[in-house]
């Protein structure tokens, strides 16, 4: 039999969609596991930590956009917390 590649935050394709609330006692049981304070951690702080992670490596501000799901390239802007006039600028350089 194959060994399971299931992590906390990544389930195989035979699993059920993983529901907001699993997903946060999830997050909170690994947090709570590290020794880290779990008032400075969870699951909002990680989404953006990914984003910005992934803004950073790329400079792909519409990428970030979508994945975010994002209607507005602004309110990725504000969210990523990133100059303005340079997250357009890298946004209007960047093909998908």
Do not use: C
Not at 12 to 28: C, I
């Amino acid at each position: 039999m194959a060994r399971s590649t299931t992590t906390p935050f990544r389930r195989n394709n035979r699993a059920k969609h993983l529901g907001t609330r699993q997903y946060a006692r999830l997050v909170d049981e690994w947090v709570t596991s590290t020794g880290a304070r779990r008032e400075d951690y969870g699951t909002h702080s990680l989404r953006r930590t990914k984003a910005l992670i992934i803004y950073k490596a790329t400079g792909n501000l519409r990428a970030v956009q979508i994945l975010l799901r994002h209607t507005k390239i602004e309110s990725t802007v504000r969210y990523l917390g990133v100059d303005v006039e340079d997250a357009l600028t890298l946004a209007e350089h960047t093909e998908l």
